[in-house]
C-alpha cells in the first residue's frame, strides 16, 4: 500500500505544475480539480473519510465550479490571458525554489519522523463529530458567523451602485 | 502492520513541494484568478500536513483544524473573487499589475 503513497504524490505534483503552467485559465481550474481530487485520495489512505468527502464536495465541487464559472462568465481564454516576461517567471520560479530548499533544510536539520504512520479510526464521522460538537463548538458557532459575514460581504462587494445602474440604462 | 503508510517525513515533503508550487504560481501568475487557485494549492497542501500529523498522533483536533481551515478558504473564495468581479468591471481585466495606484 506504500507504493500508492508515492504514486498519488507524483501525479499530484505534475498535476499542481501544469496547474501554474497552463497558459489558458480553464485549464488551470481543470488541473487544480484533478490535484484535490488526488489529495483527497491521500486523505482516504490516512483512512480519514470525513476529510475525503469533505474536500470532495466542498473543495473540488463548490469552490473549483465558483472559480469556473467566474472565470467562463468574465469569458477569459488563452487570448486575453496576461503574462509575465520571462525573466520575471524565472525569478518566481527561482524564489520558489530557494524556499523549498529552506523549508527542506529545516526538515533534514530538524527532528525527524522516520516511523511510519498507522491507520486510525480518529478521521471517521462519528469520532469527528464527537470532538466537533464538544471541545470545539464555540469555534463552530463562531465561523458560522464568519460565513454569514462573507456572504453579505460578497453580496455588498458585488452589487451595482445606484449610479452605475442609470449609466447602464442609459 | 501488512498496510502501513509512509513515514511522516514523506508527507511533510510532499507538502513542501506542493506549498512551494502554490508560492511559484502566485509569483509567476498575472491572472488575479489563478492568484486565488495558487492560494488555494497553498491551504490544500496545509491540510494535507494537518492530517497527516494529525494520524500520526491520533487526536482529532488537527483533522477539525483542517474543517475550518476549509470554511475560512470558502468565505475567502466567496469575497475574493467579488472584488476581482468588481476590478473586471472598472478595469476591464484580471490583470493584478494593472493595480499599481499606490505606486504613484
Redesign the interface.
Known amino acids: 500500500m506504500e507504493y500508492l503513497f508515492y504514486i498519488l504524490s507524483g501525479f499530484t505534483i505534475l498535476s499542481a505544475i501544469l496547474m501554474i503552467s497552463a497558459r489558458n485559465p480553464v485549464h488551470s481550474v481543470l488541473y487544480l480539480i484533478v490535484t484535490f481530487f488526488l489529495i483527497s485520495g491521500q486523505y482516504l489512505m490516512m483512512n480519514a473519510q470525513f476529510l475525503f468527502i469533505v474536500n470532495l464536495i466542498v473543495y473540488a465541487g463548490a469552490i473549483m465550479v465558483l472559480f469556473l464559472f467566474v472565470l467562463m462568465l468574465l469569458n477569459l481564454n488563452r487570448e486575453t490571458e496576461p503574462q509575465k516576461s520571462m525573466k520575471a517567471k524565472l525569478a518566481g520560479v527561482i524564489s520558489a525554489g530557494l524556499l523549498l530548499i529552506t523549508l527542506l533544510g529545516a526538515l533534514i536539520q530538524g527532528q525527524t519522523y522516520r516511523g511510519s504512520l498507522h491507520i486510525t479510526d480518529v478521521g471517521l464521522v462519528k469520532n469527528l463529530g464527537m470532538a466537533l460538537f464538544t471541545k470545539f463548538v464555540v469555534p463552530f458557532e463562531v465561523s458560522s458567523i464568519l460565513f454569514l459575514s462573507a456572504m453579505v460581504g460578497a453580496i455588498l462587494v458585488g452589487m451595482r451602485k445606484k449610479e452605475d445602474k442609470e449609466v447602464v440604462s442609459e | 502492520?501488512?498496510?502501513?503508510?509512509?513515514?511522516?517525513?514523506?508527507?511533510?515533503?510532499?507538502s513542501?513541494?506542493?506549498?512551494?508550487?502554490?508560492?511559484?504560481?502566485?509569483?509567476?501568475?498575472?491572472?488575479g484568478?489563478?492568484l486565488?487557485?495558487?492560494v488555494?494549492?497553498m491551504l490544500?497542501a496545509v491540510?494535507?500536513l494537518f492530517?497527516?500529523f494529525?494520524?500520526?498522533f491520533?487526536?482529532?483536533?488537527g483533522?477539525?483544524f483542517?474543517?475550518?481551515v476549509?470554511?475560512?478558504?470558502?468565505?475567502?473564495?466567496?469575497?475574493g473573487?467579488?472584488?476581482?468581479?468588481?476590478i473586471?468591471r472598472n478595469t476591464k481585466?484580471?490583470?493584478i499589475?494593472l493595480l499599481d495606484n499606490l505606486k504613484h
Not at chain 2, 513542501?16 to 491572472?31: D, Q
Request: aromatic share 8%; charged share 10%; proline share 3%.
Open positions: 502492520m501488512s498496510n502501513a503508510l509512509p513515514p511522516l517525513e514523506h508527507y511533510i515533503w510532499l513542501s513541494i506542493l506549498f512551494c508550487i502554490g508560492v511559484a504560481g502566485v509569483l509567476i501568475r498575472r491572472n484568478i489563478v486565488l487557485m495558487c488555494e494549492l490544500n491540510n494535507l492530517t497527516a494529525s494520524t500520526h491520533q487526536d482529532a483536533s483533522q477539525i483542517v474543517f475550518f476549509m470554511v475560512v478558504a470558502a468565505a475567502e473564495v466567496a469575497v473573487l467579488a472584488i476581482l468581479v468588481m473586471y481585466s484580471v490583470d499589475s
